[in-house]
């Protein structure tokens, strides 16, 4: 979600960002409330020898950084730079949420259809449990993430909520810096 929004098909996924953005700020609050870290897992868009404060800036500094501005990462917000679709494609998030005791993942962000359901696949051949607020991600094409969010309740036991059903407890290990941990947050 940390986006220039510069690129083929981004007029067709702003509409769908701008609806999720508020619901997707409230959410990070609730986490970060109940002490359950948040973790961004970007894009880095082919700039490759940036880092996650230059990719937050150029967001930023762009047209739509409305749709940055509310989810925000904190300045102790735990950061992984992908390079394809997965969170976890060739990224240290599987180590990462071990390491916190992870159990269960609240997937958030976009493109359902892309994004968020490769991400959940990955998730769930790793054995983790998976929620999906249904009102939290953002798709391109409406009608593949209603396809999406049916495959990932069907085929990978995910829960599909809305994101005011979502529950966080804390995970049983600490977390860097000493916090307790618990479930990842946008892709």
Known sequence: MVNTYEYED?????????????????????????????????????????????????ALSRPHADLVEPIRPADDSLFVVKTRHSIFYDTPLSYLLRQLGAGTLVLTGQVTEQCVLYSALDAHIRHFEITVPRDAVASIHPHLEAAALEMMECNMGARIVEAEDVTFRSAPGPAPGGTRGGAGGPP
């Open 10 to 58: 981004a007029e067709l996924l702003t509409p769908a960002a701008e609806r999720v953005v508020p619901v997707l700020a409230r959410l990070i609050d609730r986490a970060r409330d109940a002490e359950v870290p948040v973790i961004y897992a970007n894009d880095n868009f082919g700039l490759w020898r940036s880092h996650h404060g230059e990719l937050v800036e150029a």
